[in-house]
């Protein structure tokens, strides 16, 4: 089992960055699939971005494209969420998830293990 907790949330201006952070412990000796996840109030979970395991591959949703950047760190077993330019449309509640699979997938219902959260305001 692998546990993850978030950190870096709080509030922001719009059209201002922030970094959220995941830090991944326990049995950490298997490589994990990692994406980042957010709910608003009222709204179901959605996609935000994934890594590979290796890092040699990132998709985002459409939506924070050209704005938002997933990296991670293997060797601290953390990742990390750059975001950009953010919009009021930003502010969620924002999940990291691991999944042990290979296959990078955008849907949440594929990831077991999920963090706690950490809440993005974004302020107009």
């Known amino acids: 089992q692998v546990q993850l907790v978030e950190s870096g949330g709080g509030l922001v201006q719009a059209g201002g960055s922030l970094i959220v952070s995941c830090a991944a412990s326990g049995d950490t000796s298997s490589s994990y699939t990692m994406g980042w996840f957010r709910q608003a109030p009222g709204k179901e979970r959605e996609f935000v971005a994934v890594i590979s395991r290796s890092g040699g591959y990132t998709d985002y949703a459409d939506s924070v494209k050209g704005r938002f950047t997933i990296t991670r760190d293997n060797a601290k077993n953390t990742v990390d969420l750059q975001m950009n330019s953010l919009k009021p449309e930003d502010t969620a509640v924002y999940y990291c998830?691991?999944?042990?699979?290979?296959?990078?997938?955008?849907?949440?219902?594929?990831?077991?293990?999920w963090g706690q959260g950490t809440q993005v305001t974004v302020s107009s």
């Open positions: 998830a691991a999944r042990e699979r290979i296959v990078v997938t955008t849907d949440p219902k594929m990831y077991r293990y």
